[in-house]
């Protein structure tokens, strides 16, 4: 990973295959990005909503029917949002002028006596929101559990009397929460099963940690076993492993980019990753959510214009993406990234954090939901936090890179090794998944869960929500758009023993607040027509049904392209 | 929705309005303090409507029907 572009091999020496049906040379891409544009026009022709379809008639680049879909925002429901947050913005400047003039007790942290004449600490636009918005519906977060997070859950009951500043204990505790909330795709979040027993056997065997680093004397045979089968799970040369997804990105990107390259950095890209963007030093520029024009002309103007000042080409160009993104649900189009990448040979990082495990049919991640080669990512992240059920990330490429990893990576050299327990766990479900373990349970998780997510995004479609993503991502956000309906929204769904996910200004644009389901395969039929007659009951209570596209229940009618065709008027 | 009788579409129908604006978050003194402010300035609205509107229409009627009045006479 440190020749420059121009002395870089073509991949074809390395990947013979090119599977994609896309050939690396100039026709077929021009082709692929005529397509991009006819795209292009047809979002003009339709500005009420955002849809990408590309089936079989869009040619050979997707080989399964690709469909995403961002509805847009009916303009009185916009108006009325910012209507929403102006009066309680109002409000908020009032309880402000009450703290400020020491009419009302500040229960939050502000500025101490003696810091009177400095620069000020908490007045940009978060303070503001985190004290006079945020506050009055923290009920609805971090909530604490008392039991294995897994198709249901065990909910620790507070109560607040000074209206969330502080909660107490009622020692109560709600059982039998129906979790929408979790990452648990696969459903290995679980306290039995061959899982925990065989975490169990390593802990009596290992204990729970070396305390040392890898390089030094933390290396563990378990650790050595996992990552020859991640790289086999992942069908790449080589991977190594770490006890953290979120250091994975951030301490990673800097040892691959560094001074003189350019990051490619989708808008919409994880914290993690924009960290370790930022702290390897190189250049930054971001692309559209999802948007191939946009990326290719960054990428071209890239090419064409060099390093600024100096107008020497770049080190390296780095395209930084993710496989499913965990706030829109929609999935990234990797067959085009790859096509472009190819094509203005630049580096590809794939953050699969929440595709590992979720997508495909054999639950290896994007690259197996498109049916591509593992070998044209240049570098695939993951984490093991969400589908394994355990903790950590893992990188993977080919050999040299993972050489290169292993002695130049911060987190390499520095953080402590993995837990055995954990590591064990990821071994157990990971062979689970492969079907290694002798059984089909995992292959048979993988397609519950696909079904599953199938299944509620077409109810919630029906029903009329407005839902966000990929019809194949078992992320599912649902617009709620007004400030109060976060907070009702989550608590009318907990009343009714559903914990689901509400989502507000910080990690959504403004207007855009939502409630994020996250489908898993441990949720029964029983349990998710549960959790939609619920959800349908409080849509109506609160008036969430706000699609305008109506789509009549049908179940024998086969989910596909059809469906958008009858509602496009 | 089905709603049992009257008093039950209403309070759903003031669960809305304390959606739509946002007071639903809200504690109850200022919720107080929002709907005093709003309803005692749609209760001014209705009351100048009434006192001053008619009086308006009243002149607005005079003034135009000068003109016609007027240009009537001239042509
Ligand atoms: C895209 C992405 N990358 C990385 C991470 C970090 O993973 P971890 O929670 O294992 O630290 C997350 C977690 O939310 C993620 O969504």
Redesign the interface.
Known sequence: MTESPATKPTDGEVCQRVKNGLKPERNGLVKSLHRCHEREHKHHCHPEEEEVHSDSHHGSLYSRPFIESFEETPMLVAVLTYMGYGILTIFGYLRDFLRHWKIERCHIAREREVQKDFVPLYQDFENFYTRNLYMRIRDNWNRPICSVPGAKMDLMERASHDYNWTFEYTGRVVQDVINLGSYNYLGFAENTGPCADSAAEVTMKYGVGVASTRQETGNLDRHEEMEKLVAKFLGVESAMAFGMGFATNSMNIPALAGKGCLILSDELNHASLVLGARLSGSIIRVFKHNNMQSLEKLLREAIVHGQPRTHRPWKKILIVVEGIYSMEGSIVHLPEVIALKKHYRAYLYLDEAHSIGALGPRGRGVVDYFGLDPCDVDVMMGTFTKSFGAAGGYIAGKRELIEYLRSHSHSAVYATSMSPPVVEQIITSMKCIMGEDGTAIGRERVRQLAENTVYFRKRLREMGFIIYGNNDSPVIPMMLYMPAKIGAFGREMLKRNIGVVVVGFPATPIIESRARFCISAAHTKDMLNRALSVISEVGDLLQLKYSRHRIQPSLARPFDDNVYEDIDD | ?NFKNLKEYLA?LY??Y??????????PW?KSI?NSILFSAIAMVIYTSYVFVPIHVRLALEFFSGIFGDHSSFS
């Open positions: 929705m759903w669960y809305q304390l959606l739509i604006t946002g007071i639903y978050v809200l504690e200022e929002f």
